[in-house]
């Protein structure tokens, strides 16, 4: 049975003096409780704690007596008999007893534990498998933000008020449902306490005034593993979730359960909802007290237009926050083996976007055309034969290193490399999403290619077409 012990001033005897033992008493001076210790020998650490007196050596031989007056008992030492000893003697005693690395001479175990203090989280395996609570606990800590505890803290502070307004615990159950799904949460995870506790006051006495809030993702540049842990931690609150086509299956997959999925993705040419469409659902969904996520392939500020929306939310009054994502310039470029600048080769790099208003003002060719630079071009394909001419014509040389990444970071990622006058036969064919990337560090993919994409024994550079 799962049981959370209080240990805090209560006495714990660990029997042995080594690493083991250390570890197991580091977790429980923790916790608060009085830690005793017999062993004939202490190591260093131990030592200095005994010096301290932050723990107390009560003996240098074990005896059956030192169990009556304590808690619970470790023993954390190689030597069976002994081990055997102090099980029998805490079982006749009616203590609880762990004997480490010894299942069956245990009466409890310590589980793993995910610590957002007061909110902890225990794994155990039953000492079946150990490692494997491990790697689960670190699979939680992942989805737990680091703000819980602070939050937990705060809820037990507003508990007894919440109950002077709110007498049936359903009433109560919805309320801290909200809370923790909501603005509230999110102020918390910003470390806005002050503004955290007002939205439980506004939603405390004008319940109906409950309003949502917008959080711009960036989703990353499609590998679900590059999604960044407060993106994932912000998908698990959503109540809704508006996502465009760049954004992976995989990464939609990590979208609460029961959160509603929209799709207002762009491509090229092909507007799936107008923008100022995408704005107004935004809002509304707000308006209603829902957690709204818009979700980004890449970083929301790079080319994404999520300065935009959140201008349209600022003017609705709409509170909103902002989660960065990788984006597909340094994503795409590291999974090609392509650094975006080097000592040798590259002192900056410029990222452009080849997708931009008819009635903007044109690029400053001659700034882009200088060389010891890298130019990642983001949605540029389309206009490779454009690109490529200017930059010859203002200087950069025609045999300048250039690589187009198509559905880079994916399975499927293909890395096609030649020189700047070939860039629009490169670009011609390239599945998409593309990027450009124009530069000398380009010639450093067939050296650092590493990302391995194909299946059974074909290597990685099985896929990639060289026009030099």
Not at 142 to 154: I, N, Q, S, Y
């Amino acid at each position: 049975m799962p049981l959370f012990a209080a240990l805090k001033d209560r006495p714990v005897l660990v029997i042995g003096g080594g690493e083991i033992a250390s570890r197991k008493i580091a977790f429980l001076r923790r916790t608060g409780a009085r830690v005793q210790v017999v062993a004939a020998r202490l190591n260093a650490d131990l030592a200095s704690l005994a010096e301290q007196q932050q723990i107390h050596w009560r003996a240098t031989e074990f005896a059956e007596t030192q169990i009556d007056e304590v808690f619970l008992v470790i023993a954390a030492t190689n030597d069976g008999e002994l081990n055997q000893r102090v099980f029998a003697a805490a079982n006749a005693r009616h203590r609880l007893v762990n004997v480490v690395d010894n299942q069956p001479l245990c009466s409890f175990i310590f589980p793993s534990i995910v610590d957002r203090s007061p909110l902890l989280v225990a794994i155990s395996s039953g000492g079946n498998a150990p490692v494997l609570a491990r790697l689960l606990r670190e699979k939680i800590e992942a989805l737990l933000p680091k703000d819980l505890g602070k939050m937990a803290e705060v809820a037990g502070r507003w508990r007894e008020r919440i109950k002077t307004h709110l007498h049936s615990t359903a009433e109560r159950r919805r309320f801290w449902e909200r809370a923790f799904r909501g603005r509230f949460a999110s102020l918390m995870a910003a470390g806005n306490q002050q503004a955290a506790e007002q939205v439980l006051e506004e939603a405390l006495q004008h319940p109906a005034r409950a309003q949502g809030e917008i959080i711009l993702v960036g989703a990353g540049p499609g590998d679900a593993g590059l999604l960044t842990l407060r993106g994932l931690q912000v998908l698990q609150q959503a109540d809704v979730v508006f996502y465009d086509h760049l954004v992976t299956e995989e990464i939609r997959e990590l979208v609460r359960r029961d959160a509603e999925l929209v799709c207002v993705g762009k491509r090229a040419g092909k507007h799936a909802v107008p923008q100022h469409e995408t704005n107004q659902m935004l809002i509304e969904a707000a308006r209603e007290g829902k957690t709204v996520v818009r979700l980004k392939g890449g970083d929301p500020f790079i080319f994404g237009r999520g300065g935009e929306e959140l201008q349209a939310a600022a003017a609705a009054g709409i509170p909103f926050q902002v989660v960065p994502g990788v984006t597909a310039a340094s994503g795409a470029t590291a999974y090609a083996g392509i650094p975006l600048t080097h000592r040798e080769h590259a002192q900056s790099v410029t990222f452009v976007t080849g997708h931009y208003k008819p009635d903007s003002a044109p690029f400053d060719w001659a700034q882009l055309a200088q060389s010891r630079q890298t130019l990642a071009i983001y949605m540029g394909t389309m206009k490779a034969a454009e690109i490529s001419a200017q930059l010859i014509q203002h200087g950069r040389h025609e045999h300048t290193p250039v690589a187009v990444i198509s559905r880079g970071k994916r399975a499927d990622q293909k890395v096609s490399t030649g020189t700047l006058q070939q860039l629009e036969n490169l670009a011609k064919d390239a599945p998409m999403p593309a990027l450009l990337v124009i530069g000398e560090v380009v010639n450093l993919h067939h050296q650092l290619a590493w990302f391995q994409h194909t299946t059974g024994a074909e290597a990685f550079s099985a896929s990639v077409v060289n026009l030099a």
